[in-house]
């Protein structure tokens, strides 16, 4: 899984087995960020369900950065 952003260009990637690893890695990249300098308020995501899913919406929620998803398979949208 590669996560980036589109603001500073930064990237990280998971390499995961399962997609429901994803609520496992976010975590991650959130601290990363934050001890970089940075903070995250939106976090945009293809309507996969691996993101839309509840363990996801409450990692973001605890760090108040909202949640918004594009219809899924619709790349031009992310």
């Keep these: ?3 980036k952003d589109d603001y500073n260009e930064y990237r990280r990637v998971f390499f995961i087995k399962e997609k429901n690893e994803v609520s496992k ?3 991650t990249l959130l601290n990363e960020v934050s001890t970089a300098g940075h ?5 945009r995501c293809d309507g996969g369900k691996e993101f839309a899913s509840e ?3 409450r990692v973001l929620s605890d760090r108040g950065i909202m949640l918004l998803l594009s219809a899924m398979n619709m790349p ?3």
């Design 1 to 3: 899984m590669c996560l």
């Design 25 to 27: 890695c976010l975590p």
């Design 39 to 43: 903070r995250v308020k939106k976090f």
């Design 55 to 57: 363990k996801v919406r």
């Design 76 to 78: 031009v949208q992310n």
